[in-house]
């Protein structure tokens, strides 16, 4: 760490992909770059489901393909809705392959390696403890007693957000706007994974799952297959979680690798790590009104800048992409001549004509929808109900709309059922 009085262009705190795309954006211009991360590699304290949509990282890092450690290309998705011992799963093949499967620590670490590249520093295993503020504008950071200047900060610490909290540039994060992840990563040989899920030479799948397999809590459970090791894991509302969850959440990812209509697929399996980590999830309200001010950006999760919609998920693409929307702010403010809010304000137009905050803004209902316990329940229940009626049928087959009827007696009137169905089609 350089003592004070050296000052940098920018000091990014994260090594996380919005940290890191922020930070090779800036360095390959010529700015001199300081990344600051906590854990002992870029990555290592970062934890995600499994899969990443490649489009906004291509553009961000045009090698991605020749050199990202992508395990899979996702070519099969398949949903499932799980009760008791029945599921019915709808699933897709074909079309582009947009997305792939990899693992966090070593996506992170293979962009900090080209921030290195392109001539920023990266500097690992040093947590920064404050911002340096002076007269409300950030001017360095803080580790121990130490300071170190830069014309500007930007903040890609992820969802924990401490340091913005601290500053008093973020409100508390409620339990209500945030999810709780858990996830095991169970090694099977290339051949198993291959064999177990139906998939051909780095052909991937995405699996998710809803229904009782979170125990009842509101949320859904992954599963994303990698080159030699599944990622199997859940996100739960971390409000229900605190209130309900009366042992190990752990127990739950276990129930959900023994259940008897899973556990097939990861036999011969070892597990090779687990881990737990914060989510945003009832994105739109917990997005800071102003994502910049006098020498400092926000990006990524710390900006709540995540998408999780149940079929898709996208947290390392919006944060790799609003890295570089914030580096580009940069050097717009640069030739502006200073790194004042207004100049920087720029960042907040670039976000709001990217895909960013436009997705965020017509999804913004779709956490609330997930609120509805019926989803989990009661819903997954019926279908399952309604395919075992017409799948196995012993004499007659009855008719779909009989099937249905006689699933739902005593469980769900039809008002609620089309108010349920409307809202649905509504925010997702
Ligand atoms: C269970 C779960 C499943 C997910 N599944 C997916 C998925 O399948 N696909 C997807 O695209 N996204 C997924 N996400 C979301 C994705 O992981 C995040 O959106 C993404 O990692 C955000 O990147 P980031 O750089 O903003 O933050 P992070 O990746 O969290 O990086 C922040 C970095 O800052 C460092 N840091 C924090 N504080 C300090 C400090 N004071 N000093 C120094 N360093 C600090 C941290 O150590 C960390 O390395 C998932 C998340 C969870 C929890």
Redesign the pocket.
Known sequence: MKEAGYKFDAIV?????????AAYTLAKKGFKVLV????RA????????????ADPIREVFPDLDKSAPIHRWVTKERISLVSGGKMTSIEFEGGERVSFTTY?TEL?SWMAKKVEEAGGIVLTE????NLVMENGRVRG?K?GNEEVLADVVID????????LERAGLVPKLSPSYT?????EVIKLSKEDVERNFGLGDGEGM?WLFMGDVTGGLPGGA?L?TNKDSI?L???VMLSSAVERVKEHISRYVERLRLHPLLEKYFRNGRIMEY??????EYVWPTIPHRLYGDGFLV?????G??L?LGY?????????Y??YLAAQAVEKAHSMGDMSAKNLSIYQELLERSFILKQLRSFKDAPKMRENERLYGLYPYLVNEVADKLFHARYETPKLMDAFKDAKKGKIGWFTLIKDLYEVSRSI
């Not at 970062?46 to 899969?51: C, T, V």
Request: aromatic share 8%; proline share 4%.
């Open positions: 705190i994260g090594a996380g992909p919005a940290g890191s795309s600051v991360e906590r854990g870029p990555g290592s304290k970062n934890m995600f489901g499994g899969r990443v949509y966090l992170s040093i947590t920064v403890d950071i580790v890609a610490e992820g969802i924990n957000r401490l340091l999810g709780l992840g858990v996830k995405a992954f994303y990622s894991g859940m996100v881990s737990a980590h914060l989510v945003p990006v990524g999760d710390a900006a800048l995540l999780n898709n998920f996208r947290g390392v693409d919006f944060a790799s609003s890295g």
